[in-house]
């Protein structure tokens, strides 16, 4: 049977911490799903279909990702519903710091409650991508600094443009 994991976040922009987990989940599935969230709620620098692009120059371009081993989508529904829509029962989350853990364990607590049959993986980037954050590289390129170290050459390309 085949083994697919959802990986559902902003990716406002992907950052080489995402790309870390990604690289790592696929040592374990078959299969990564990088949904990228629609929620109306978050005041987001690009738009959904603008994240789309991104991850996918980011993953299959710059960085030449098997797209037949990663899937990039949108979405607009609970994480659980998609699961079951992707057929997957296993959802990728990533922990950067102990700070994130209280919010990570409660937001698996809740998925489990409303769907019983899917788990919550955990994995953690290498120590030297833990430090980044999507909202770290936006304010270092926007105030002009060097993002090199944190994201790929297009996602830097699109992170200037819309900062131009």
Not at 114 to 119: G, R
Request: aromatic letters at 8%; charged letters at 25%; one cysteine or more.
């Amino acid at each position: 049977m085949k083994r697919n994991v959802l990986y559902p976040g902003t990716f406002d922009p992907i950052t080489y911490g995402h790309i870390d987990l990604i690289k790592k989940a696929l040592n374990v599935v078959d299969t990564v799903i990088v949904a990228i969230s629609e929620n109306s709620n978050k005041n987001y620098l690009f738009d959904s279909s603008e994240r789309l692009e991104i991850v996918k120059k980011a993953l299959f371009k710059d960085l030449k990702l098997s797209n037949k081993k990663i899937k990039v989508i949108t979405f607009n529904s609970l994480t659980t519903s998609l699961c079951r829509k992707m057929n997957s029962k296993i959802i990728l989350r990533g922990l950067r710091a102990v700070s994130d853990f209280e919010y990570e364990y409660q937001l698996a607590g809740m998925n489990k409650k409303l769907n019983n049959k899917i788990e919550t993986m955990f994995l953690m980037s290498d120590i030297e991508n833990q430090i980044i954050s999507s909202n770290f590289v936006k304010e270092i390129i926007e105030l002009g600094g060097d993002i090199r170290k944190f994201t790929t050459p297009s996602t830097i390309k699109a992170l200037k443009n819309k900062y131009a």
